[in-house]
T-cell receptor, first 116, second 108 residues
Framework: EAQVTQNPRYLITVTGKKLTVTCSQN?????MSWYRQDPGLGLRQIYY???????DKGDVPEGYKVSRKEKRNFPLILESPSPNQTSLYFC???????????????FGAGTRLSVL | RKEVEQDPGPFNVPEGATVAFNCTYS??????FFWYRQDCRKEPKLLMS???SGNEDGRFTAQLNRASQYISLLIRDSKLSDSATYLC?????????FGQGTILTVHP
């Protein structure tokens, strides 16, 4: 089954304790991305990756790091989490096709993070 | 100004109603557009891609107006199951930007 898998689904942590949220896709997609979703602000892109070893900042990259060492994995790293990073996080992936209207993003089920 | 802006909503309509959402985008380099549906606390799922010529899928019709830089979604004969948040999105060189979403509630 084609899917994007995020772990963990729920995480409560304390300020300053480094954490990693993993994201894996089994569709051989080139493009992967991380978003955070907050009430009234919608989905905001944190980082994205066009392919292995190619990453770029989205709209809200401060306080986050990513890596893309393998095509299937795109972990999100919070080196020193703070309470303003409490949010719902989504990973997504898509493949490039000639018809850009078909560059559909598939989302993971989400990670609900609380930083105390 | 946000790159993608949506009707603030929320929309509260009776079953059977027709409802329309609009979304404007500021980046003229945006290449493709989508409507996603998101149920409460779940991940967004693609509802429709939006083509320049307009496209229809059952009760749903999407339109793109590049000159005015907006996209629209029309839902006819609303069902209770259409209640969700609808997100418009546009891509530019691989980067997908979403609007803040519009909440639709369809009531009996």
């Amino acid at each position: 089954e084609a899917q994007v898998t995020q772990n963990p689904r729920y995480l409560i942590t304390v300020t300053g304790k480094k954490l990693t949220v993993t994201c894996s896709q089994n569709m051989n997609h080139e493009y992967m991305s991380w978003y955070r979703q907050d009430p009234g602000l919608g989905l905001r892109q944190i980082y994205y990756s066009m392919n292995v070893e190619v990453t770029d900042k989205g709209d809200v990259p401060e306080g986050y790091k990513v890596s893309r060492k393998e095509k299937r994995n795109f972990p999100l790293i919070l080196e020193s989490p703070s309470p303003n990073q409490t949010s719902l996080y989504f990973c997504a992936s898509s493949s490039y096709v000639r018809d850009r209207a078909k560059n559909i993003q598939y989302f993971g089920a989400g990670t609900r993070l609380s930083v105390l | 100004r946000k790159e993608v802006e949506q009707d603030p909503g929320p929309f509260n309509v009776p079953e059977g109603a027709t409802v329309a959402f609009n979304c404007t985008y500021s980046n003229s380099a945006s290449q493709s557009f989508f409507w996603y549906r998101q149920d409460c606390r779940k991940e967004p799922k693609l509802l429709m891609s939006v083509y320049s010529s307009g496209n229809e899928d059952g009760r749903f019709t999407a339109q793109l107006n590049r000159a005015s830089q907006y996209i629209s979604l029309l839902i006819r004969d609303s069902k209770l199951s259409d209640s969700a948040t609808y997100l418009c999105g546009g891509t530019s060189y691989g980067k997908l930007t979403f609007g803040q979403g519009t909440i639709l509630t369809v009531h009996p």
